[in-house]
């Protein structure tokens, strides 16, 4: 890729129950010294540097092919680390902290002078979070430094939820990989905006906006923001995001209704010789299967599932993974049928819209 320095890409496999002290120490080290690590965390697999090291964090940027314009989450071992970071803690953002770090949780903070501006693309804010996965953890612990990692994904494509998918992307552009396996909720953290009163979801995700009230009653979320919503909105969730190479398109609204909607394209695409990736909650599929059988025998449509309609956790932890095995099949164009919104529904429905890059059918 033009301009991406080339690096030695070592691949390290770890079993999360049973950390090998080596390794970790060495993916600290590492770090320390201005490589770039991927690490597991619960949620996606993170691209890491070290956070005070403006040079290292660079070379995120550089391999990620991201603009510098989007800035980065800062990782942590401990919430008492916060203050190295960031400058104050709001009384609400300490009590979402107390109760959902470790966690899936990234809290918009002001920043500390310490952060180099690459890290908040200039702003005052600092974006922080204290993953709870144990090789995340062990790795920040023993790197010793903050630890600032966006998905570990090329611009734009879906984030990455197993070694593979890392290594599809940034093979050659990053210097240690560490391996644990598919990841556990496979949608990222959810950005919780604590420098404004009352408190902004910025970005669904891991954490329920449900659970978030719980903790701040007041919490608000993106699509309620009056006005211009996106401009409320992570910047980085302003660009094109999450997406497949395949065009895809989603379809809201009543199982019934969208099923029947997306019949009818994938019908006249496959008629047109096109050849057609579903996904869909496997209620759906199940529907299909029937009409769509003939096309599906001959490769020309191929269907994957996004778990049980009831289960939005399954749908997260799948969604990254089948939007790849999609494109893997070659398929030409993409319907998803959007899930429910309840839970982690709202970060699924949130990844595929944005993914659409406005390709959304009400149905
Ligand atoms: O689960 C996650 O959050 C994963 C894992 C690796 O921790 N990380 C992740 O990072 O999703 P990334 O870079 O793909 O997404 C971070 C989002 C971007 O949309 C960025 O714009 C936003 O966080 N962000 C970071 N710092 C910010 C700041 N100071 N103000 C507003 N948004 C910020
Ligand atoms: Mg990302």
Redesign the pocket.
């Known amino acids: 890729m033009s301009g991406m320095p080339r690096r030695t890409t070592l691949v390290v496999r770890v079993d999360p129950l049973a950390l090998d002290a080596a390794v970790i120490d060495d993916a600290g080290a590492r770090l320390r010294a201005g490589q770039l690590v991927v ?1 597991p ?1 619960e ?5 890491g540097a070290h956070a005070l090291d403006a040079e290292a964090v660079a070379g995120i940027f550089a391999a990620k092919g ?1 603009p510098r314009t ?4 800062v ?1 942590l071992a401990s919430a008492s680390d916060v203050p190295r970071v960031a400058a104050t803690v709001s009384e609400t953002a300490a009590a979402l902290a107390a109760r959902f770090w470790p966690g ?1 949780l ?1 809290l ?1 903070l002001p ?1 500390h002078v310490g952060v180099p501006a690459i890290v ?2 200039g ?1 005052d ?3 922080i ?1 204290v ?1 709870s996965h144990p090789v995340a953890h062990a790795v920040i612990v023993a790197a010793g430094v903050p630890v600032a ?4 994904n090329r611009f734009s494509r879906p ?1 990455p939820t197993t070694a593979a998918h890392v290594l599809a992307d940034l093979d050659g552009a990053v210097d240690l990989v560490v391996d644990a396996g598919p990841t556990a909720i496979g ?3 959810t ?1 919780v ?1 604590c420098t404004v009163s009352p408190p902004v979801v ?2 669904a ?2 954490v329920p906006i449900e659970a978030l009230r719980h903790v701040a009653p007041d919490v608000v979320a993106i699509e309620a923001v009056a006005g211009d919503g996106e401009a409320q ?5 302003l660009l094109r995001h999450y997406a497949p190479a395949a065009r895809l398109t989603v379809y809201d609204g009543t199982p019934a209704a969208a099923e029947a909607r997306v019949l009818r394209e994938v019908r006249q695409a496959t008629g047109a010789g096109r050849r057609y990736g579903l996904l869909a909650p496997q209620e759906s599929l199940m529907a299909l299967a029937p009409s769509i059988a003939a096309a599906a025998s001959h490769g020309r449509v191929v269907s994957a599932s996004l778990g049980p309609r009831r289960e939005p956790e399954a749908a997260a932890q799948v969604l990254f993974a089948r939007l790849r095995e999609l494109d893997d099949a070659g398929v030409d164009e993409i319907a998803a049928i959007l899930p429910a919104g309840e839970g982690l529904g709202a970060a699924v429905r949130d990844r595929l819209r944005r993914a659409a890059e406005g390709r959304v059918v009400s149905v």
């Open positions: 690490l965390t949620t996606v697999y993170g691209l991201r989007d800035p980065l989450i990782h899936p990234t918009l920043k908040t693309a702003r804010s600092v974006a979070r993953p990692a966006p998905s570990a984030s949608v990222e953290s950005i905006d910025r970005r995700g891991g909105l992570a910047p980085g969730q």
